[in-house]
Nanobody, 128 residues
Framework: QVQLVESGGGLVQPGGSLRLSCAGS????????IGWFRQAPGKDREGVSS????????YYADSVKGRFTISRDNAKNTAYLQMNNLKPEDTAVYYC?????????????????????WGQGTQVTVSS
């Protein structure tokens, strides 16, 4: 049974940094595509970033490109989202998603939405 548990969210000032973690259990995270989505109150869910299963190619939404970095540590069965230079518009609940797919780049985001397994989410609030 695939399970994902996010952690690392919290309150941070604009310009600050946070690192979100996504601990996987019940599967080998390194063999799966992993993505991060976020949803702010009253807004649609947004795909933030993904890392492909077989070649670790990455995708970033334009809104976070150059500020966020996705990575994985297969030995710890954990994925990460390093978030730098945070802005108030980054405030949202962030979800980790995994899927057994060999797609790359933006196609990974579509597969994650269609048949991914989701964590419970972690709140990120960027405010002074």
């Amino acid at each position: 049974q695939v399970q994902l548990v996010e952690s690392g969210g919290g309150l941070v000032q604009p310009g600050g940094s946070l690192r979100l973690s996504c601990a996987g259990s019940g599967f080998t995270l390194g063999y799966y595509a992993i993505g991060w989505f976020r949803q702010a109150p009253g807004k649609d869910r947004e795909g933030v970033s993904s890392i492909a299963s077989h070649d670790d190619s990455t995708y970033y939404a334009d809104s976070v490109k150059g500020r966020f970095t996705i990575s994985r540590d297969n030995a710890k069965n954990t994925a990460y989202l390093q978030m730098n230079n945070l802005k108030p518009e980054d405030t949202a609940v962030y979800y980790c998603v995994s899927a057994d797919t060999t797609s790359r780049a933006m196609a990974v985001m579509s597969d994650l939405l269609r048949f991914g397994s989701w964590g419970q989410g972690t709140q990120v609030t960027v405010s002074s």
